[in-house]
């Protein structure tokens, strides 16, 4: 419930995590897809466990599926107590990656890993905090080691869905609470403030810490707040802490949070932390583009009747440099893109805050489209991927979901009722090709003056074929597919037969872009399920030639994602 409460706020735009990739996008497919991360789909290699002296064996391959990346950032900006705050939030951060591994794995880990006698072994079972491949339905790629329980570590392995459905105990289906067996047998539930009494103590004196090292108030009130919230699970005065907070230069996410690795019942929350340093400069342009919602909305290129709706201008969506993942965050596929809180409460009262984290979309950039681009954008084109365009697209699909319309036009509800299940993946759409006709509308008025138009096209052409790899089964899966068949059909790139390369058409992919965003305007404003449906019928497959051009990135070898080398180290503090 939990994931599809994001998909739909997704789409209403208030949460916007949309463009980012996450577990559910990059690697695991799954139907709802909102980026936000979720864990693999059920196991598949179902093995029993075998003692065995001689050290384990397994499929080191998994690795190849991840390329390196350095997280790192520009401090010269910060004082020395801000850069002594930064370590002290990382070490906070480990203390919940190693709780992590007691939520995920359960066993010692440190003696675990000292059984593996292959070092590319342990590091394998390190990206999946476990022995089961996250980017693969968590499939165990340690010779015979036992199956993933759907409910990790938070329940009894021997649970039955039925004993937690039939439960009269709330606490058994807290966000916050392990599941044992008393003696009796009986079902007990024991919050993580008792069960990992002494670690969550220590993470606490850390944020105090830091908070006496804070130097913007807001920042050091959420710090103070949190630090309690660990030692008690009440989290609601720190998440309300954290929305006000608008000027701190460095921010901290952690604490246990999303409820995806939970996958028997997704009601636990798993501990993650990211260290973040705000990017002041794309922060500052962000809120300037926001301001031109308005003026845009009017522009749009679709009939008066569907752009009457008045979109918001102050969006609480910030660009930031990640120096530390941890736990959940850091395991598997990485996020680019946060939006929290989750306590419905707290967005009634406060809204969401959404964080694009710029190097880590950086990193995708350098290690996944770049490569992508080699193998299918026609050579002469291929200077026009730029980083700048990637992340200039992605931030303004998350703009975009603000424009265009939320309520049909003729008494039908909001868009979202009307179109049921083909809502998230048409929202999506929207957001993209909206976002592409923002930058546009931007770049003539010499509001955007980085790059050429044809950085953004090309690189979003690109940026297609490295979302369709999310599958057809996720909403950005969908609507990138029929993005891609419309843009063939209207010629908006040409394709070379012989080399199977693929070129923009600035001309025709112009006129494609306005064409496509009044289609899907008015396919939402009339509520039309019925067009989307034979839309999606007629053109929501992978066609035999975009199947050839997956072939050639999927035999390239080209990683499914990234891992981090990071640290106070990599950050020379
Ligand atoms: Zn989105």
């Known amino acids: 419930m939990r994931n599809h409460t994001l998909v739909l706020a997704c789409a209403l735009g208030l949460l916007s995590a949309c463009q980012s990739d996450d577990k559910a996008t990059e690697a695991n497919q799954k139907p709802s897809s909102t980026e936000q991360k979720t864990t693999a789909s059920a196991p598949k ?10 050290p384990a064996t397994g499929d080191v391959t998994i690795l190849d599926k991840y390329a390196t990346f350095e997280l790192t950032s520009d401090l010269s ?3 020395d107590n801000q850069k002594a705050m930064i370590a002290v939030l990382i070490k906070a951060a480990r203390i919940m990656d190693d709780l992590f591994w007691r939520q995920a794995f359960g066993e010692d880990k440190n003696r675990y890993l000292k059984s593996l006698g292959d070092e590319s072994l342990r590091k394998a079972v390190e990206i999946n905090y476990g022995p089961w491949d996250r980017l693969n339905g968590d499939a165990a790629f340690i010779n015979g080691h036992r199956a993933k329980s759907l409910g990790a570590e938070f329940y009894p392995q021997d649970i039955q869905k039925s004993e937690i459905e039939n439960t009269e105990n709330a606490d058994i289906k807290s966000l916050y609470t392990l599941v044992e067996r008393d003696s009796q047998g009986q079902l007990i539930a024991v919050p993580y403030h008792e069960k990992y009494k002494d670690s969550l103590q220590q993470a606490s004196d850390l944020l105090k810490q830091a908070a006496e090292l804070a130097e913007d108030p807001g920042f050091k009130k959420y710090l103070s707040l949190r630090a309690e919230a660990l030692i008690t699970d ?10 006000d907070m608008k000027n701190n230069a460095i921010d901290v996410v952690i604490g246990p949070i999303e409820t995806y690795e939970d996958q028997l019942f997704g009601y636990k929350a798993a501990y993650e932390a990211y260290v973040l340093i705000k990017d002041l400069a794309w922060s500052e342009k962000l809120a300037k583009f926001a301001a031109f919602l308005p003026q845009l909305q009017k522009e749009l290129p679709v009939a008066d009747a569907y752009k009457t709706e008045t979109p918001g201008t102050d969006s609480d969506l910030n660009a930031y440099d990640a120096v530390y993942y941890a736990g959940h965050s850091n395991a598997g596929s990485k996020t680019i893109a946060i939006n929290l809180p989750n306590d ?39 200077k026009h991927i730029t980083f700048n365009a990637f ?3 992605t931030m303004f699909h998350e703009v975009a979901h603000g424009l265009g319309i939320k309520n049909t036009i003729n008494d039908k509800g909001t868009v979202r009722t009307a179109l049921k299940e083909h809502a998230s993946p048409i929202e999506e759409g929207k957001a993209d090709i909206l976002g592409l006709y923002m930058v546009e509308k931007l770049h003539h008025m010499g509001e955007l003056e980085e790059g050429e138009l044809m950085d953004y ?12 790899r999310f599958g057809s089964s996720s909403a950005h899966g969908v609507a990138n597919v029929l993005r891609f068949n419309y843009f ?16 923009v058409n600035p001309e025709k992919m112009t006129a494609a872009i306005a064409s496509l965003s009044e289609k899907i305007l008015k396919h939402q404003g009339d ?14 497959q992978i066609t035999p030639q975009l199947k050839k051009a997956l072939d050639t990135i999927n035999g390239a070898g080209i990683p499914v994602d990234v891992d981090f080398k990071q640290g106070p180290h990599k950050l020379d503090l």
Do not use: C
């Open 77 to 79: 900006h910060l004082s």
């Open 488 to 503: 063939a059909d209207q010629g908006a790139f040409d394709y070379n037969e012989t080399t199977g390369h693929y070129a």
């Open 45 to 54: 290699a179902v093995t029993s466990e075998v003692d065995k002296p001689q």
């Open 391 to 393: 992340f200039a697209n």
């Open 234 to 243: 009440d989290f609601k005065p720190s998440d309300l802490a954290w929305m």
């Open 457 to 468: 096209y090309t690189t979003f052409m690109a940026g297609i074929f490295r979302s369709v």
């Open 527 to 540: 509520g039309d399920y019925q067009a989307i449906s034979q839309w999606m019928n007629e053109k929501g």
């Open 344 to 382: 419905e409460s707290v967005q009634l009262e406060k809204g969401t805050r959404r964080l694009q984290l710029k190097n880590v979309m950086q990193a995708k950039f350098e290690k996944i489209l770049v490569p992508i681009a080699d193998q299918v954008v026609a050579p002469e084109q291929r």
